[in-house]
């Protein structure tokens, strides 16, 4: 995976592990194109590891292909595509408007479809491409998070094994990222202030990771041909009590469920 002068987009990439997937992959050599809704964070991002800016929105097939284009006409061809833009819903899912349920989807699901519709073919044509895609692990075991933000998450899961299956002896390389909490802004940090306590009680989370940990195991398994890169471990082994007895794992994740929602502590599902 020789990087040196690769075109590599980022989207959701003005911060968290966006901010951290560019700044990794210019520090391994390529050519960085960040994308974001907020352009003007994703300027600063872009300044500091000599990228180029982009503003999009991936919740739509046309900010994608313009997407991809800009990053055509500015480094070349794309040869790693970073999927890691999203977001959550809130409250009860069963009361989710259905425009707000369709822009979860079209965010965190719909937008990695429209990427590799956008870059695959060239991709191809190439015989080689690495499609990066920050997912998480609401996608492997179901646990405290909001009902759209899991179905999506599941079909993204689902979309990026559908592909390496198709595409892996063509030379596409589909690596997905499923962490579990992470330092970001979700979780109440404000990058341009480090200063400012964040909202959330990290240490109450336990297993908390850095973007930048994220960002360095999503390139080196990427690097190394491997599908999945899960920084926090416990999750792997979760997902593997879960397929060896489902039930099981179901009841036990459940009453987990049921005692953080008493607490006050989980979403309501």
Not at 114 to 143: F, H, K, N, Y
Not at 151 to 158: Q, T
């Amino acid at each position: 995976m020789d990087l040196n002068e690769r075109c590599a987009v980022v989207t959701g990439g003005a911060h968290g592990i966006g901010r951290a997937l560019a700044e990794e992959l210019a520090r391994r050599g390529a050519r960085v194109v960040v994308a974001d809704l907020n352009v003007e964070r994703a300027q600063r991002v872009a300044d500091r590891i000599g990228g180029v800016a982009v503003e999009c929105n991936v919740g739509s097939p046309e900010g994608i292909a313009d997407l991809v284009e800009a990053a055509q006409d500015a480094f070349g061809p794309v040869s790693v595509l970073c999927s890691n833009a999203g977001y959550s819903d809130n409250g009860d899912g069963l009361t989710l408007p259905p425009e707000d349920l369709r822009r979860i989807v079209e965010v965190n699901l719909l937008s990695h479809v429209w990427a590799a519709q956008a870059v695959l073919p060239g991709m191809l044509d190439r015989g080689e491409g690495w499609l990066i895609q920050t997912i998480s692990s609401a996608a492997l075991i179901t646990g405290p998070s909001f009902m759209g933000y899991t179905l999506s998450k599941h079909g993204a899961l689902g979309f990026a094994e559908w592909v390496a299956l198709n595409y892996r002896h063509r030379g596409i390389q589909v690596t997905c990222l499923c962490p579990n909490a992470v330092n970001t802004g979700m979780l109440g940090r404000n990058e341009d202030d480090e200063s400012r306590t964040p909202m959330i009680d990290l240490a109450a989370l336990g297993d908390v990771v850095e973007p930048e940990d994220c960002a360095r195991q999503a390139l080196d398994a990427a690097a190394a041909g491997k599908f999945l890169a899960l920084p926090h471990p416990r999750v792997g082994d979760s997902f593997l009590r879960k397929a060896t007895d489902y039930d099981a794992w179901l009841d036990r994740t459940h009453q987990r469920l049921q005692k953080m929602q008493l607490a006050g502590h989980s979403p309501a599902e």
